[in-house]
């Protein structure tokens, strides 16, 4: 553990339960909204218009464009029914495709936001807004774009196909693994990503068996609820730096490619980071994370190499130039000839090393 330390709590209030759905008015009714904006992506359209229904005189309408990355063309748009609708606040439902687009609203117009996530990602609990303009996704932190109120309801989750389920629970994952070796990391947040990572992986294998199995559907948000708040707490490495360029530049599907890369990089920085790796251990019960984690994935069936999700190799250069480019924090310092390996390993998907 580390004996210094900076820890500052994120104003978050959380309603969690299966069922809970409906306390979305109440929340509302506690902010002082009158006139909600309702966002979704079109895929969740029906139920977008069930919250609006909830929120009854406290709804404005709903705007079911969301698309993932939060293009500002999307943005314009969106702004532009909140405007016409008169909303003073937005309810997002849905994934990080959503949710981005609200705490865009948050962002450019001061909407508080409620956020209703219906799965793994945990923008939710993070104070990061992302938009993406001519292709180019850029990222920041601002503290008026964290909800200020989240409804974690398992039911909604249940529609969750298993692929989605697997590959959201690794993008959670991931989130508590660089928090274990954070350069920020403080003991509460060490504690709450174990706890958040241990409640993923004892639910995921049973998710794919059983999706619509309600306590393990409960699990698993319950620890991509404590995986977001790490996200939010902490500064992210290697794995984020290499997730926001493949996925940014080379359009990669997000979930995805978080599954592929993250046992490569936790193989890569594993002997830098030992209390990380200890933690890691403990929670897949194996003295190699990694190769537990890559083996997991390989079992329920996640996809393990970026060439099946249409990454070229000829493509490992620029991205190897892209992540160098700017300074970020990691336990072991990348270098481009590991950087290519570490690519070459994704891509191919052989074991990490
Ligand atoms: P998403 O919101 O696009 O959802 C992925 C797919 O799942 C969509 O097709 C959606 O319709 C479907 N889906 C969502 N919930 C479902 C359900 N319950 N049942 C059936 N289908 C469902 O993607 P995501 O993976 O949730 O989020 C990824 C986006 O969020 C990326 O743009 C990423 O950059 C962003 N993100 C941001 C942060 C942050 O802190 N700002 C954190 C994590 C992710």
């Not at 984020?240 to 890569?268: I, S």
């Amino acid at each position: 553990m580390r004996d210094e330390f900076v820890y500052e709590a994120q104003p978050m209030r959380v309603v969690f339960g299966a069922g809970r759905l409906p306390a979305v008015a109440d929340e509302a009714r506690r902010l002082g909204l009158s006139r909600a904006l309702v966002v979704s992506t079109p895929g969740h359209e029906k139920l977008a218009l069930r919250v609006a229904d909830l929120l009854g005189e406290r709804a404005a309408g709903v705007f079911a464009g969301a698309r993932m990355h939060v293009p500002t063309p999307i943005v314009a748009a969106a702004r532009e029914a909140a405007a016409r609708l008169g909303a003073d606040g937005c309810v997002a439902v849905g994934g990080g495709s959503a949710i981005g687009l609200a705490k865009a609203l948050a962002l450019r117009d001061g909407l508080p936001v409620i956020a209703v996530p219906t799965t793994y990602a945990g923008s939710e609990m993070t104070p990061v807004w992302g938009l993406t303009e001519d292709g180019v996704k850029r990222t920041g932190r601002d503290p008026a774009v964290l909800p200020r109120a989240v409804v974690y309801d398992p039911d909604l989750t249940l529609t969750l196909p298993p692929a989605l389920s697997v590959t959201s629970g690794f993008n959670a994952l991931a989130h508590a693994a660089e928090a274990l070796y954070a350069p920020d990391l403080s003991p509460i947040v060490a504690l709450m990503a174990e706890a958040g990572a241990r409640a993923l992986i004892e639910s995921l294998p049973r998710l794919v068996e059983a999706p619509a199995d309600p306590p393990a559907r409960s699990r698993a948000l319950y620890g991509a609820w404590l995986c977001g708040a790490v996200l939010g707490a902490t500064t992210m490495s290697l794995h984020h730096k290499l997730c926001h360029v493949l996925g940014g530049t080379f359009d990669l599907p997000h979930a995805e490619v978080h599954t592929v890369v993250l046992p490569h990089v936790l193989a890569y920085n594993a002997a830098a980071a030992p209390d990380a790796t200890a933690a890691l251990s403990r929670v897949l019960g194996s003295p190699d994370p990694a190769t537990a984690l890559w083996d997991l994935a390989r079992a329920l069936g996640a996809p393990t190499s970026l060439a099946s999700l249409g990454l070229r190799e000829s493509a490992i250069p620029e991205i190897v130039s892209q992540v160098l480019a700017t300074p970020y924090a990691n336990p072991r310092p990348p270098t481009a000839p590991d950087l290519t390996d570490l690519l070459t390993h994704a891509h191919q998907g052989t074991a990490p090393a």
